[in-house]
């Protein structure tokens, strides 16, 4: 006899909405003005560059480089304990916070010439089961 | 210059855990003590605001309650840590406006266990993934997409500056703390009072690299006020009251110009660079003429970039000018001589007009232990995200 009720089926949702996890490889999507070209992640009014309010959703580049970062130990979720902040410009010039993947919550571990590439990863699952997928930076030739 | 504009009195509480006093207190305290220091009453006063991030609704008005309710304009006030300098800013414009000639501008805040902002705070728990807010995030994104914690959005301002110039590392920024808690053991009105080695800030415990415990400011409680005058009613008042005035050479604030990460990470560089060359500009001085400077250091990492961006020292050059002890309150420029926001402490409405409290008593050749000698000139600056800086530079009146 068939349950009455078929069982929920677990889905995977992006942690953020300018994270995209179909459409191919997942990776991160803009909204490109189109009359400055300042791109933007999440929804947007107009440009803070130029005023201008006509957007195009840009898909956004997976490689980039390490401006600044941090290691934040105070507040830090206990769960995964001390982590590395890094703000990160992708390789068409937008701007991208997350943390490093893969790399110990040590100052010296940071280098700023090394690329880093997109990874996903699973932060945390709701009652239903469905599952919410961050993303982070590793540097290029690591597993994470 | 007939327009300009003077400070006639000034006072701040001390800064610390007040646990047995309440804002309005504190408020009343600094508002009492600036008015008597500048020989006057509310019923002098045209025009009062308040400064206060956390307070709500019309704060201000219960202030007047306890002090003086005489119907003029008030303005209630919060714009982060520029909260304090906002409130001076709103009483300079209203005189420059030819609406009042004489006001009180007030910083407060109380952060100590039990005020409101600081009970906790919990995000709701969400049972099912849903989309919240403009990014349409389903979890809290702290500590997963990096940080937004200001100790840690300030550690990356310090680790950026790190990457662009050579000779700054930890103990460049350690440093800091090292002099802005020497420093403090000058002033009685300081949250800490205490010195600090070298090896012991760096050996604490590290809140966000590079920035260990004693490298980022305490909250606390406190007030302070300022009573300013155009100078038509300056040239009316006591002689006493003059001769101790002190000259707003330049009031000049900025907002965050576009920058492609300022929307991801705060650009505390580029408003505060704005803002200096303005402000210099306006008072017709440069970086050689201060004889001190009351910066912005809510972390360590944040006075050393504010050294060039102040240009107080070479450009990319704030590594060398805190290892020579430049901005030492006996080196080439004394920074933060109160002890900074760093030991001096830093409730947050209250900090912008504290600094200028600082200064304006220097100024006066009032300050005491901690006098610097001679002080003709000096630059007061506050940065609050995301973003706004003020700064005011202030002068000696002529003898």
């Known amino acids: 006899m068939a349950p009455l009720r078929s069982r929920v089926p677990r889905v995977q949702v992006p942690i953020v909405d300018y994270l995209v996890l179909g459409d191919g490889a997942a990776h991160l999507v803009g909204n490109r003005c189109a009359g400055c070209g300042a791109t933007y992640l999440g929804r947007r009014n107009a440009c803070a560059s130029c005023g201008g309010d006509d957007f195009e959703r840009a898909r956004l580049v997976d490689r980039g480089v390490v401006e600044s970062f941090t290691v934040v130990h105070r507040g830090a979720p206990k769960a995964t304990g001390p982590f590395v902040s890094a703000l990160v410009r992708l390789d068409d010039g937008v701007y991208v916070k997350a943390n490093l993947l893969g790399v110990a919550p040590d100052a010296g571990a940071v280098d700023f010439d090394t690329p880093v590439r997109l990874q996903t990863f699973v932060a945390g699952t709701d009652e239903d089961g469905n599952e919410a997928v961050a993303f982070g930076f590793a540097y290029e030739g690591d597993d994470g | ?399």
């Open chain 2, 1 to 399: 210059m007939s327009d300009a504009l003077w400070i006639i009195g000034a006072s701040m509480t001390p800064f610390r855990r007040h646990l047995d006093r309440d804002v309005t207190d504190l408020a009343v305290d600094a508002s009492l003590s600036a008015l008597r220091d500048a020989g006057m009453t509310m019923q002098d006063m045209q025009v009062m605001a308040v400064g206060s991030q956390f307070e709500p609704y019309t704060f201000g008005q219960q202030i007047q309650k306890q002090i003086g309710q005489t119907g003029i304009p008030l303005y209630n006030v919060h714009n982060a840590c520029a909260t304090g300098a906002t409130a001076v800013r709103s009483v300079l414009m209203e005189i420059r406006a030819g609406e009042a000639d004489v006001g009180l501008a007030v910083g407060v805040e109380q952060m100590s266990a039990g005020s409101a902002p600081y009970r906790a705070q919990r995000p709701p728990e969400r049972k099912v993934f849903e989309p919240q807010g403009r990014d349409g995030h389903v979890l809290p994104t702290e500590g997963v997409l990096g940080t937004g914690h200001m100790w840690g959005v300030f550690a990356q301002t310090g680790t950026d500056y790190a990457r662009q110039h050579d000779g700054v590392g930890f103990e460049q920024f350690a440093k800091v703390a090292e002099k802005n808690h020497a420093h403090s053991t000058l002033n009685p009105l300081a949250q800490y009072q205490r010195p600090y080695s070298l090896d012991e800030i760096m050996s604490a415990e590290m809140m966000a690299y590079p920035n260990t415990l004693p490298m980022c400011c305490p909250t606390g409680d406190g007030a302070a006020a300022v009573v300013v005058v155009s100078e038509a009613r300056l040239r009316t008042l006591d002689p006493d009251v003059r001769r101790r005035a002190v000259k707003i050479s330049a009031a000049v604030m900025t907002t965050d110009p576009y920058t492609p990460s300022g929307d991801v990470h705060p650009d505390v560089n580029t408003l505060t660079r704005m803002a200096a060359d303005q402000a210099y500009e306006k008072a017709g001085v440069g970086p050689q003429d201060l004889d001190l400077v009351e910066l912005h250091d809510c972390f360590a990492s944040a006075e050393l970039v504010h050294y060039d961006n102040l240009r107080l020292c070479e450009p990319g050059g704030a590594g060398a000018f805190i290892d020579r002890r430049g901005p030492w309150r006996d080196g080439d420029i004394p920074v933060n001589v109160s002890g900074g926001l760093i030991s001096k402490g830093h409730p947050i409405g209250a900090t912008g007009v504290a600094n200028i409290y600082e200064v304006v008593t220097h100024l006066r050749g009032e300050a005491g232990d901690r006098q610097i000698a001679d002080a003709k000139v000096g630059l007061t600056h506050v940065i609050g995200l995301v973003s706004v800086c003020a700064i005011h530079i202030l002068e000696r009146a002529a003898s």
